[in-house]
């Protein structure tokens, strides 16, 4: 009965982890185009942005990441195997500790007021979660990395008509 209540509370630290990577690139979007307004909003907007993006970070995402890892290990651990789905999925979980990190890198930079990037590439850089989500669960629900491959497919394109919208909204949004 345990392993069911670590299974449980390891799947709800995964969905408050996604939901600060989901939400810190937003920030950071937000953040970058208040670099636009007067100076006196400016300030105002980041200084606001930039304590929700401390928020965020610190008292949600990496406690959630921290608590998904325990969690993660220890149902893995009382599973007792290491089926070939799994392996995959142990890779994309090392792609999504990755994407954390280089989010916490723009957390930083952000926080110095250092702006690197515009913000269309923060939005595209803000679904780069999605994809990883997206092949986590194909492979934990289907545990089959063919199946996988196809969702990751449908992802790519769905992602390819989600670029090409975000650039038709950056043009409409410039008129």
């Known amino acids: 009965m345990t392993f069911f209540y670590v299974k449980a509370l390891h799947i709800i630290f995964i969905v408050t982890w996604f939901a600060g990577l989901f939400y810190l690139p937003r920030l950071c979007i937000y953040f970058t185009e208040a670099a636009d307004q007067?100076?006196?909003?400016?300030?105002?907007?980041?200084?606001?942005?930039?304590?929700?993006?401390?928020?965020?970070?610190?008292?949600?995402?990496?406690?959630?990441?921290?608590?998904t890892l325990l969690l993660g290990l220890s149902t893995w651990y009382k599973y007792g195997a290491t089926p070939a789905w799994l392996i995959y999925k142990l890779l994309l979980v090392a792609g999504l500790y990755s994407y954390h990190i280089a989010c916490h890198l723009l957390f930083l930079q952000q926080?110095?007021?250092?702006?690197?990037?515009?913000?269309?590439?923060?939005?595209?850089?803000?679904?780069?979660?999605?994809?990883?989500?997206?092949?986590?669960?194909?492979?934990?629900?289907?545990?089959?990395?063919?199946?996988?491959?196809?969702?990751?497919?449908g992802l790519l394109l769905f992602g390819t008509v989600l670029m090409i919208a975000i650039q038709a909204y950056k043009r409409l949004r410039e008129r």
């Open 38 to 67: 007067p100076d006196d909003a400016r300030r105002v907007l980041q200084r606001q942005f930039a304590l929700m993006q401390r928020r965020l970070w610190y008292g949600i995402t990496w406690p959630s990441a921290i608590l």
């Open 111 to 153: 926080q110095r007021g250092e702006l690197r990037y515009t913000s269309t590439q923060l939005r595209i850089w803000n679904e780069v979660a999605t994809l990883f989500l997206f092949g986590i669960v194909f492979l934990v629900v289907l545990k089959d990395a063919l199946s996988m491959l196809w969702g990751l497919g």
